[in-house]
Protein backbone atom coordinates (compact mmCIF):
# COMPACT_ATOMS: atom_id res chain seq x y z
CA UNK A 1 0.00 0.00 0.00
CA UNK A 2 1.43 3.10 -0.86
CA UNK A 3 1.36 5.84 1.14
CA UNK A 4 2.20 9.42 1.24
CA UNK A 5 5.76 11.11 2.79
CA UNK A 6 4.78 13.02 5.61
CA UNK A 7 1.78 12.79 7.95
CA UNK A 8 0.76 15.19 11.22
CA UNK A 9 -1.57 14.68 13.36
CA UNK A 10 -5.25 15.41 12.25
CA UNK A 11 -6.10 16.21 15.42
CA UNK A 12 -9.12 13.76 15.75
CA UNK A 13 -8.86 10.55 17.61
CA UNK A 14 -11.04 8.82 15.47
CA UNK A 15 -8.89 9.97 11.84
CA UNK A 16 -4.83 10.11 13.04
CA UNK A 17 -2.95 11.22 10.55
CA UNK A 18 -3.36 13.07 7.57
CA UNK A 19 -1.11 13.43 5.05
CA UNK A 20 0.62 16.93 5.84
CA UNK A 21 -0.30 18.89 3.27
CA UNK A 22 -3.86 18.30 3.74
CA UNK A 23 -6.25 20.07 5.51
CA UNK A 24 -9.10 19.74 7.85
CA UNK A 25 -12.61 21.43 7.41
CA UNK A 26 -16.14 21.48 8.19
CA UNK A 27 -18.66 20.49 6.21
CA UNK A 28 -20.14 24.51 6.24
CA UNK A 29 -16.99 25.39 4.78
CA UNK A 30 -17.82 23.58 1.22
CA UNK A 31 -21.22 23.11 1.09
CA UNK A 32 -24.77 24.89 1.74
CA UNK A 33 -26.85 22.35 3.74
CA UNK A 34 -30.43 22.96 3.00
CA UNK A 35 -33.62 21.05 4.12
CA UNK A 36 -37.31 21.72 4.03
CA UNK A 37 -38.48 24.05 5.95
CA UNK A 38 -41.22 24.03 8.46
CA UNK A 39 -44.21 26.37 7.05
CA UNK A 40 -43.38 25.03 3.65
CA UNK A 41 -44.15 21.48 4.45
CA UNK A 42 -46.74 19.72 2.66
CA UNK A 43 -49.78 17.67 3.31
CA UNK A 44 -51.13 14.54 1.39
CA UNK A 45 -53.39 17.19 -0.78
CA UNK A 46 -50.38 19.07 -2.31
CA UNK A 47 -49.46 14.94 -3.58
CA UNK A 48 -50.33 14.53 -7.31
CA UNK A 49 -49.53 11.67 -10.12
CA UNK A 50 -47.13 11.21 -12.28
CA UNK A 51 -46.84 14.29 -15.05
CA UNK A 52 -48.44 17.13 -12.46
CA UNK A 53 -45.82 17.82 -9.92
CA UNK A 54 -42.17 17.13 -9.66
CA UNK A 55 -40.60 14.00 -7.61
CA UNK A 56 -40.33 14.35 -4.23
CA UNK A 57 -37.62 12.14 -3.14
CA UNK A 58 -37.37 10.04 0.29
CA UNK A 59 -34.51 8.21 1.56
CA UNK A 60 -36.47 4.59 0.50
CA UNK A 61 -35.23 6.39 -3.14
CA UNK A 62 -31.78 6.82 -2.21
CA UNK A 63 -29.59 3.31 -2.76
CA UNK A 64 -26.03 2.26 -2.25
CA UNK A 65 -25.69 2.19 -5.76
CA UNK A 66 -27.07 5.58 -6.40
CA UNK A 67 -30.95 6.99 -7.06
CA UNK A 68 -33.95 4.50 -7.51
CA UNK A 69 -36.56 6.24 -9.32
CA UNK A 70 -38.66 3.23 -9.59
CA UNK A 71 -41.00 4.16 -7.23
CA UNK A 72 -42.20 7.81 -6.29
CA UNK A 73 -44.12 10.46 -5.19
CA UNK A 74 -45.30 13.55 -6.68
CA UNK A 75 -45.72 16.87 -5.05
CA UNK A 76 -47.46 19.74 -7.40
CA UNK A 77 -45.62 22.41 -9.08
CA UNK A 78 -47.09 25.06 -6.94
CA UNK A 79 -45.27 23.63 -3.77
CA UNK A 80 -41.72 22.68 -5.53
CA UNK A 81 -41.49 26.28 -6.78
CA UNK A 82 -42.67 27.57 -3.15
CA UNK A 83 -38.79 26.13 -2.23
CA UNK A 84 -36.34 27.02 -5.03
CA UNK A 85 -33.59 26.12 -2.22
CA UNK A 86 -34.31 22.67 -2.37
CA UNK A 87 -34.73 21.83 -5.81
CA UNK A 88 -32.71 18.80 -6.51
CA UNK A 89 -30.12 18.80 -9.22
CA UNK A 90 -27.10 16.95 -10.68
CA UNK A 91 -23.93 16.74 -8.70
CA UNK A 92 -26.00 17.57 -5.26
CA UNK A 93 -25.55 15.47 -2.30
CA UNK A 94 -28.36 14.18 -0.61
CA UNK A 95 -28.45 13.00 3.20
CA UNK A 96 -31.02 11.38 5.62
CA UNK A 97 -31.29 13.82 8.95
CA UNK A 98 -34.98 11.84 9.90
CA UNK A 99 -35.54 8.64 10.47
CA UNK A 100 -34.59 4.99 11.37
CA UNK A 101 -32.04 5.36 7.57
CA UNK A 102 -30.45 8.65 9.31
CA UNK A 103 -26.98 9.33 7.65
CA UNK A 104 -27.79 7.62 4.71
CA UNK A 105 -26.50 9.91 1.85
CA UNK A 106 -26.21 9.64 -1.84
CA UNK A 107 -25.04 11.54 -4.90
CA UNK A 108 -27.38 12.29 -7.53
CA UNK A 109 -25.87 11.71 -10.60
CA UNK A 110 -29.04 11.78 -13.01
CA UNK A 111 -32.23 12.64 -12.70
CA UNK A 112 -35.24 11.71 -14.82
CA UNK A 113 -37.38 15.21 -13.95
CA UNK A 114 -37.83 17.72 -11.91
CA UNK A 115 -37.15 16.88 -8.10
CA UNK A 116 -37.41 17.97 -4.69
CA UNK A 117 -37.42 16.29 -1.22
CA UNK A 118 -39.05 15.49 1.69
CA UNK A 119 -38.66 16.63 5.09
CA UNK A 120 -36.59 13.48 6.15
CA UNK A 121 -33.63 14.46 4.04
CA UNK A 122 -30.93 17.79 3.35
CA UNK A 123 -29.53 18.72 0.25
CA UNK A 124 -25.52 19.94 0.34
CA UNK A 125 -25.20 22.26 -2.48
CA UNK A 126 -22.94 25.02 -3.90
CA UNK A 127 -19.97 22.51 -3.26
CA UNK A 128 -16.69 23.89 -3.63
CA UNK A 129 -14.89 21.16 -3.45
CA UNK A 130 -15.63 17.73 -5.25
CA UNK A 131 -18.56 16.21 -4.92
CA UNK A 132 -18.02 13.13 -4.95
CA UNK A 133 -15.50 13.05 -3.16
CA UNK A 134 -17.49 14.83 -0.24
CA UNK A 135 -19.78 11.99 -1.02
CA UNK A 136 -17.60 9.42 0.17
CA UNK A 137 -16.31 11.54 2.78
CA UNK A 138 -19.44 11.54 4.10
CA UNK A 139 -20.10 7.76 3.74
CA UNK A 140 -16.66 7.02 5.52
CA UNK A 141 -16.82 5.69 9.38
CA UNK A 142 -15.25 9.15 10.60
CA UNK A 143 -18.45 11.15 9.42
CA UNK A 144 -20.65 8.15 10.45
CA UNK A 145 -19.57 8.00 14.21
CA UNK A 146 -20.16 11.99 14.25
CA UNK A 147 -23.44 11.02 12.78
CA UNK A 148 -24.06 8.67 15.66
CA UNK A 149 -22.77 11.47 18.43
CA UNK A 150 -25.30 13.92 17.42
CA UNK A 151 -28.07 11.87 16.25
CA UNK A 152 -31.30 12.34 19.16
CA UNK A 153 -34.37 11.15 19.75
CA UNK A 154 -36.03 7.41 20.59
CA UNK A 155 -38.78 7.12 18.33
CA UNK A 156 -37.43 9.30 15.84
CA UNK A 157 -33.75 9.33 15.52
CA UNK A 158 -32.89 13.41 13.93
CA UNK A 159 -30.10 15.25 13.40
CA UNK A 160 -30.21 18.84 12.86
CA UNK A 161 -28.67 20.77 10.01
CA UNK A 162 -26.22 22.92 12.33
CA UNK A 163 -24.72 19.22 13.33
CA UNK A 164 -24.26 18.20 10.10
CA UNK A 165 -22.52 21.73 8.92
CA UNK A 166 -20.05 20.92 11.67
CA UNK A 167 -18.75 17.28 10.66
CA UNK A 168 -15.29 17.45 10.51
CA UNK A 169 -13.74 15.45 7.41
CA UNK A 170 -9.67 15.41 5.74
CA UNK A 171 -9.36 17.95 2.27
CA UNK A 172 -6.54 17.21 0.23
CA UNK A 173 -6.01 19.57 -2.47
CA UNK A 174 -8.86 19.96 -5.29
CA UNK A 175 -6.76 18.03 -7.62
CA UNK A 176 -6.28 15.24 -5.11
CA UNK A 177 -9.61 15.34 -4.99
CA UNK A 178 -10.80 14.48 -8.17
CA UNK A 179 -8.18 11.72 -8.50
CA UNK A 180 -9.49 9.80 -5.18
CA UNK A 181 -12.70 10.21 -5.99
CA UNK A 182 -11.96 8.35 -9.75
CA UNK A 183 -10.07 5.76 -8.18
CA UNK A 184 -12.87 5.20 -5.41
CA UNK A 185 -15.57 5.28 -8.23
CA UNK A 186 -13.78 2.78 -10.34
CA UNK A 187 -12.75 0.29 -7.31
CA UNK A 188 -15.98 0.51 -5.61
CA UNK A 189 -17.62 -0.56 -9.34
CA UNK A 190 -15.65 -3.41 -9.64
CA UNK A 191 -16.35 -4.46 -5.80
CA UNK A 192 -19.89 -4.07 -6.13
CA UNK A 193 -20.12 -6.02 -9.27
CA UNK A 194 -18.52 -8.85 -7.44
CA UNK A 195 -21.20 -8.50 -4.52
CA UNK A 196 -24.00 -8.54 -7.31
CA UNK A 197 -23.02 -11.22 -8.89
CA UNK A 198 -22.29 -13.35 -5.15
CA UNK A 199 -26.32 -12.26 -4.24
CA UNK A 200 -27.03 -13.81 -7.51
CA UNK A 201 -25.07 -16.84 -6.76
CA UNK A 202 -27.41 -16.93 -3.64
CA UNK A 203 -30.22 -16.78 -5.42
CA UNK A 204 -29.15 -19.82 -7.83
CA UNK A 205 -28.54 -21.86 -4.52
CA UNK A 206 -32.21 -21.05 -3.12
CA UNK A 207 -33.63 -22.17 -6.78
CA UNK A 208 -31.48 -25.37 -6.61
CA UNK A 209 -32.73 -26.39 -3.16
CA UNK A 210 -36.48 -25.35 -3.98
CA UNK A 211 -35.83 -27.80 -7.27
CA UNK A 212 -34.42 -30.80 -5.09
CA UNK A 213 -37.19 -30.04 -2.46
CA UNK A 214 -40.09 -29.92 -5.34
CA UNK A 215 -38.91 -32.77 -7.59
CA UNK A 216 -39.14 -35.50 -4.76
CA UNK A 217 -41.79 -34.04 -2.40
CA UNK A 218 -44.45 -34.05 -5.75
CA UNK A 219 -43.13 -37.72 -7.11
CA UNK A 220 -41.08 -35.98 -10.19
CA UNK A 221 -38.13 -38.21 -8.66
CA UNK A 222 -38.49 -41.54 -6.51
CA UNK A 223 -36.08 -43.68 -5.15
CA UNK A 224 -34.91 -46.58 -7.57
CA UNK A 225 -32.75 -48.62 -5.27
CA UNK A 226 -30.17 -46.75 -7.24
CA UNK A 227 -30.75 -43.29 -8.13
CA UNK A 228 -33.25 -40.86 -7.85
CA UNK A 229 -35.05 -41.33 -11.18
CA UNK A 230 -38.59 -40.46 -12.83
CA UNK A 231 -41.09 -43.04 -11.29
CA UNK A 232 -41.84 -45.79 -13.51
CA UNK A 233 -45.65 -46.15 -13.04
CA UNK A 234 -47.70 -42.92 -13.20
CA UNK A 235 -50.94 -42.10 -12.15
CA UNK A 236 -53.36 -38.93 -12.49
CA UNK A 237 -52.87 -37.20 -9.02
CA UNK A 238 -56.45 -35.06 -9.73
CA UNK A 239 -54.71 -31.85 -8.47
CA UNK A 240 -54.71 -29.43 -11.41
CA UNK A 241 -51.40 -27.34 -10.06
CA UNK A 242 -49.46 -31.06 -9.82
CA UNK A 243 -50.82 -33.22 -12.16
CA UNK A 244 -49.42 -37.22 -12.14
CA UNK A 245 -47.94 -38.91 -9.35
CA UNK A 246 -46.44 -41.91 -8.81
CA UNK A 247 -49.00 -45.12 -8.83
CA UNK A 248 -48.11 -45.87 -5.14
CA UNK A 249 -48.79 -42.41 -3.51
CA UNK A 250 -52.25 -41.61 -1.87
CA UNK A 251 -53.98 -38.11 -2.34
CA UNK A 252 -55.82 -37.34 1.36
CA UNK A 253 -57.12 -34.38 2.66
CA UNK A 254 -55.54 -32.17 4.86
CA UNK A 255 -58.34 -32.62 7.71
CA UNK A 256 -57.69 -36.15 7.59
CA UNK A 257 -53.58 -35.86 8.56
CA UNK A 258 -53.85 -32.52 11.71
CA UNK A 259 -55.80 -30.80 13.69
CA UNK A 260 -55.99 -26.53 12.74
CA UNK A 261 -54.71 -24.63 16.45
CA UNK A 262 -55.70 -21.07 16.83
CA UNK A 263 -53.91 -18.77 18.55
CA UNK A 264 -54.69 -16.29 21.18
CA UNK A 265 -52.95 -13.12 22.87
CA UNK A 266 -51.33 -13.03 25.93
CA UNK A 267 -52.24 -9.60 28.51
CA UNK A 268 -48.53 -10.39 29.63
CA UNK A 269 -45.42 -11.69 29.44
CA UNK A 270 -43.19 -13.76 31.89
CA UNK A 271 -39.26 -14.68 31.84
CA UNK A 272 -39.54 -17.59 34.50
CA UNK A 273 -38.13 -20.78 32.70
CA UNK A 274 -41.11 -23.09 33.77
CA UNK A 275 -43.55 -21.15 32.35
CA UNK A 276 -45.03 -22.01 28.52
CA UNK A 277 -42.96 -20.56 25.58
CA UNK A 278 -45.34 -18.36 23.43
CA UNK A 279 -44.47 -18.01 19.49
CA UNK A 280 -45.02 -14.97 17.67
CA UNK A 281 -44.76 -14.65 13.45
CA UNK A 282 -41.59 -12.57 13.94
CA UNK A 283 -39.74 -15.61 15.60
CA UNK A 284 -40.07 -17.56 12.41
CA UNK A 285 -36.97 -15.95 11.67
CA UNK A 286 -35.11 -17.45 14.10
CA UNK A 287 -35.51 -21.23 12.64
CA UNK A 288 -33.01 -23.37 14.38
CA UNK A 289 -32.02 -25.53 11.56
CA UNK A 290 -34.13 -26.53 8.96
CA UNK A 291 -38.21 -26.19 10.43
CA UNK A 292 -37.03 -26.66 13.72
CA UNK A 293 -38.50 -23.71 15.88
CA UNK A 294 -36.66 -23.54 19.66
CA UNK A 295 -38.38 -20.98 22.17
CA UNK A 296 -36.88 -17.41 21.98
CA UNK A 297 -37.44 -16.22 25.56
CA UNK A 298 -41.22 -15.33 25.23
CA UNK A 299 -43.06 -16.65 28.34
CA UNK A 300 -46.93 -16.59 29.75
CA UNK A 301 -48.51 -18.40 32.42
CA UNK A 302 -50.29 -21.44 31.28
CA UNK A 303 -54.00 -21.05 31.32
CA UNK A 304 -56.44 -23.76 33.09
CA UNK A 305 -59.12 -22.78 30.11
CA UNK A 306 -55.93 -22.96 27.40
CA UNK A 307 -54.00 -26.11 27.44
CA UNK A 308 -50.84 -25.46 25.58
CA UNK A 309 -50.15 -26.51 22.27
CA UNK A 310 -48.13 -30.22 21.91
CA UNK A 311 -44.50 -30.28 20.72
CA UNK A 312 -44.33 -30.86 17.27
CA UNK A 313 -47.07 -28.15 16.32
CA UNK A 314 -46.34 -27.13 12.57
CA UNK A 315 -46.71 -23.09 13.20
CA UNK A 316 -46.93 -20.51 9.78
CA UNK A 317 -47.99 -16.85 9.20
CA UNK A 318 -51.99 -16.69 8.38
CA UNK A 319 -52.65 -13.22 7.11
CA UNK A 320 -50.81 -10.03 6.35
CA UNK A 321 -47.34 -9.98 4.26
CA UNK A 322 -45.06 -12.51 6.08
CA UNK A 323 -47.16 -15.34 4.11
CA UNK A 324 -45.31 -14.50 0.91
CA UNK A 325 -41.88 -15.18 3.46
CA UNK A 326 -42.98 -19.27 3.11
CA UNK A 327 -41.94 -19.46 6.78
CA UNK A 328 -42.87 -22.45 8.06
CA UNK A 329 -41.55 -24.37 11.45
CA UNK A 330 -42.25 -27.03 13.78
CA UNK A 331 -42.04 -26.26 17.65
CA UNK A 332 -39.19 -28.27 19.83
CA UNK A 333 -41.78 -27.60 22.99
CA UNK A 334 -45.17 -27.73 24.01
CA UNK A 335 -46.06 -24.06 23.26
CA UNK A 336 -48.53 -20.78 22.70
CA UNK A 337 -48.79 -18.80 19.58
CA UNK A 338 -50.15 -15.83 18.56
CA UNK A 339 -53.45 -14.59 16.46
CA UNK A 340 -51.21 -14.09 13.33
CA UNK A 341 -49.78 -17.50 13.30
CA UNK A 342 -51.61 -21.42 12.61
CA UNK A 343 -51.25 -24.21 14.16
CA UNK A 344 -50.95 -27.79 13.36
CA UNK A 345 -50.93 -30.65 15.07
CA UNK A 346 -50.47 -34.25 13.16
CA UNK A 347 -53.10 -36.71 14.30
CA UNK A 348 -52.02 -39.58 11.27
CA UNK A 349 -49.18 -42.05 11.50
CA UNK A 350 -49.30 -41.33 7.66
CA UNK A 351 -47.13 -38.46 7.39
CA UNK A 352 -44.09 -37.08 8.95
CA UNK A 353 -44.36 -33.66 10.20
CA UNK A 354 -41.45 -32.37 8.40
CA UNK A 355 -42.75 -33.85 4.64
CA UNK A 356 -45.60 -31.66 5.30
CA UNK A 357 -43.68 -28.67 5.64
CA UNK A 358 -41.99 -29.59 2.88
CA UNK A 359 -44.84 -30.51 0.81
CA UNK A 360 -46.09 -27.19 1.78
CA UNK A 361 -43.30 -25.46 1.59
CA UNK A 362 -43.38 -26.92 -1.78
CA UNK A 363 -47.03 -25.53 -2.63
CA UNK A 364 -46.27 -22.35 -1.34
CA UNK A 365 -48.79 -20.39 1.50
CA UNK A 366 -49.40 -17.30 -0.82
CA UNK A 367 -51.14 -19.65 -3.70
CA UNK A 368 -52.96 -21.85 -0.76
CA UNK A 369 -53.99 -18.13 0.55
CA UNK A 370 -56.63 -15.11 -0.61
CA UNK A 371 -55.22 -13.00 -2.04
CA UNK A 372 -58.06 -10.49 -3.04
CA UNK A 373 -57.60 -7.69 -0.64
CA UNK A 374 -54.41 -8.61 2.57
CA UNK A 375 -53.07 -12.00 1.72
CA UNK A 376 -55.00 -14.57 4.48
CA UNK A 377 -55.47 -17.89 5.26
CA UNK A 378 -58.05 -19.75 7.17
CA UNK A 379 -59.65 -23.21 7.75
CA UNK A 380 -61.27 -23.24 4.62
CA UNK A 381 -57.53 -23.17 2.45
CA UNK A 382 -56.12 -25.53 5.09
CA UNK A 383 -58.46 -28.16 6.17
CA UNK A 384 -59.30 -29.27 2.55
CA UNK A 385 -55.48 -29.25 1.07
CA UNK A 386 -55.12 -32.10 -0.81
CA UNK A 387 -51.54 -33.94 0.81
CA UNK A 388 -49.61 -36.43 -1.57
CA UNK A 389 -48.00 -39.03 0.65
CA UNK A 390 -45.59 -41.66 -0.40
CA UNK A 391 -45.38 -44.64 2.54
CA UNK A 392 -43.80 -43.47 5.48
CA UNK A 393 -40.29 -45.46 4.60
CA UNK A 394 -40.63 -43.24 1.48
CA UNK A 395 -41.39 -40.14 3.28
CA UNK A 396 -38.43 -40.90 5.94
CA UNK A 397 -36.05 -41.21 3.06
CA UNK A 398 -37.29 -38.13 0.97
CA UNK A 399 -36.72 -36.13 4.34
CA UNK A 400 -33.12 -37.72 4.68
CA UNK A 401 -32.07 -36.70 1.31
CA UNK A 402 -33.49 -33.62 0.54
CA UNK A 403 -31.88 -32.76 4.40
CA UNK A 404 -28.56 -34.20 3.36
CA UNK A 405 -28.26 -32.00 -0.33
CA UNK A 406 -29.60 -28.62 1.23
CA UNK A 407 -26.71 -29.03 3.90
CA UNK A 408 -24.64 -29.43 1.55
CA UNK A 409 -26.26 -26.11 -0.52
CA UNK A 410 -26.59 -24.16 3.02
CA UNK A 411 -22.55 -24.98 3.42
CA UNK A 412 -21.82 -23.09 -0.04
CA UNK A 413 -24.38 -20.24 0.61
CA UNK A 414 -22.70 -19.46 4.29
CA UNK A 415 -19.44 -19.51 2.14
CA UNK A 416 -20.52 -17.35 0.01
CA UNK A 417 -22.52 -14.71 2.69
CA UNK A 418 -19.00 -14.55 4.24
CA UNK A 419 -17.38 -13.30 1.33
CA UNK A 420 -20.08 -10.77 0.47
CA UNK A 421 -19.50 -9.52 4.20
CA UNK A 422 -15.59 -9.63 3.64
CA UNK A 423 -15.95 -7.68 0.37
CA UNK A 424 -18.42 -5.09 1.93
CA UNK A 425 -15.74 -4.43 4.73
CA UNK A 426 -13.02 -4.30 2.21
CA UNK A 427 -15.23 -1.65 0.16
CA UNK A 428 -15.61 0.39 3.88
CA UNK A 429 -11.89 -0.19 4.52
CA UNK A 430 -11.22 1.05 0.89
CA UNK A 431 -13.25 4.36 1.12
CA UNK A 432 -11.76 5.37 4.87
CA UNK A 433 -8.32 4.80 3.79
CA UNK A 434 -8.21 6.66 0.60
CA UNK A 435 -9.61 9.91 1.77
CA UNK A 436 -8.03 9.97 4.76
CA UNK A 437 -4.96 9.51 2.92
CA UNK A 438 -3.22 6.54 4.76
CA UNK A 439 -3.64 5.17 0.87
CA UNK A 440 -1.51 7.56 -1.59
CA UNK A 441 -3.87 6.85 -4.70
CA UNK A 442 -2.01 7.67 -7.81
Not at 38 to 65: C, E, F, Q, W
Not at 215 to 237: F, R
Not at 278 to 293: A, H, I, P, T
Amino acid sequence: MKRYDAYKDSGIEWIGEIPEHWEMKRIRHVANVFGRIGYRGYTVSDLVHDGNGAITISPSNMKDSGMDFSECTYLSWEKYEESPEIKIFEGDILFVKTGSTYGKSVVVRQLPKEATINPQIVVLKDINCNNIFLWYSIKSPFIQLQVEETVVGGTIPTISQSKINNYTFPAPPPTEQTTIAHYLDHKTTEIDELIANKKRLLELYEEEKTAIINELVTGKKVWNGHAWTEPAEVKDSGIEWLGKIPKHWEVIKGKYLYNILSGFSPSTFESDGQKIEYFKVDDLNYLNRGFLLKGLGNKVEELESYHPFPEGTILFPKRGAAINLNKIAITEESCYFDTNLMGLEIISEKIEPVFLCFFISSRGLIDIADTSTIPQLNNKHIAPMEIVLPPIEEQQSIILHIETECSLIDTQMERTKKLIDLLKEYREALISEAVTGKLKVI
